[in-house]
């Protein structure tokens, strides 16, 4: 199945409290085909993060990163290897 592709703006990593390791994304979503344009929105936890791309990956949708929130670059490799350690 095919994940569907999900625009995400003013999105954040943040630490899923309660879940060990997992982190997740928070911000508000684009054309998401079950929420529309959400706000406050959660992902589930992330699996992959990939800042060139601008993309993160849960298990069920690709979020498109809109925007970099200022995240510094040595900041940026952390979060990738975090995420898909």
């Known amino acids: 199945m095919k994940k569907p592709r999900v625009k995400?703006?003013?999105?954040?990593i943040v630490p899923m409290h309660g879940a060990g390791d997992y982190y997740r994304l928070e911000g508000h979503t684009l054309d998401h085909p079950r929420l529309s344009n959400a706000r406050d929105m959660a992902t589930s936890y992330l699996i992959k993060v990939d800042f060139v791309a601008s993309e993160a990956e849960?298990?069920?949708t690709i979020y498109e990163l809109v925007g970099d929130n200022d995240v510094p670059d040595e900041n940026k490799k952390h979060w990738e290897e975090l995420v898909d350690a």
């Not at 995400?8 to 954040?12: G, M, N, P, V």
């Open 58 to 60: 849960t298990r069920n």
């Open 8 to 12: 995400i703006k003013d999105w954040r």
